[in-house]
DNA sequence: GTCGTTCATAAGAGTTGACTTATATAAGCG
DNA sequence: CGCTTATATAAGTCAACTCTTATGAACGAC
């Protein structure tokens, strides 16, 4: 499955998010989706799956518990492919003081909270 | 449908990157795409069809052609998405630096000649 | 060992999406 | 006007994706 399709999927998408927060395990995820989108915990097993197989997580086992954490490669491969289209809105002699404010931000909060997003599933159509 | 969604597609990824190089007509992209992925003229018009009613393109008549050309929005929106993310991959110190050879290497050569892709189909899956 | 957790897999149903062929619309040209 | 070119739409088929419920496997506590 190739990363674009991978991305497609909001729950997917969502559950990326909450990594990005630092490792969570399997539960814990189950416990947001399930309330956001209402779907069940087999359902998001097999997210986690599709997540795990197409290289965008790791998981450890830590007990009976699963921890994923994100694997940024193929968000990266994702970034690549859209540098192309930067310069439609990517203001040249912006993109120092872009880049220095995203550097100095990241500095403060290494860890950027996931921004707590769409509750329900129309988000998919 | 959500922009991954639209992006998930390797056909509607390629039409992009084709026009990445520039406004093409209908016909142009078709001539490609069937080249490429041997598929029919509907089936382009169709993913023409999807790009520009998720905003991807714009499109203008001149006659009986119509020329698509990119509309960067709902790029711009995948790329803020995947911004939270780019902390995992990306150097702090060496951000800079990259930002300035993108800056520079755009300057000389405006419209990045769409790396020549994926001839067949097989990527899908 | 047995019971409760935690998590994954299996099998099947419903929906969506990406093709196909056939056809419509509309402009350009003789 | 009729013919060709350029492009879009219609209708139908087939495969893929995402759920569901049911169940399995592994660990921890007692």
Redesign the pocket.
Known sequence: ?HAF??L?????RRILELLAGGEL??????TVIRRE??????????????L?DSGFTT?R?E??????AVDPTPLREVDVWLERFRGFWENRLDALATELARGRRRRRDPDPPATPPAPT?DE??
């Open positions: 499955m399709d991978v497609g999927d909001p729950v997917r395990s399997s539960g814990e995820v189950t989108y209402g779907i069940s915990q087999p359902a998001v097993s097999q997210h986690l799956r599709v795990r998981v086992a007990g009976t518990r699963r921890l994923y599933r998919q159509t």
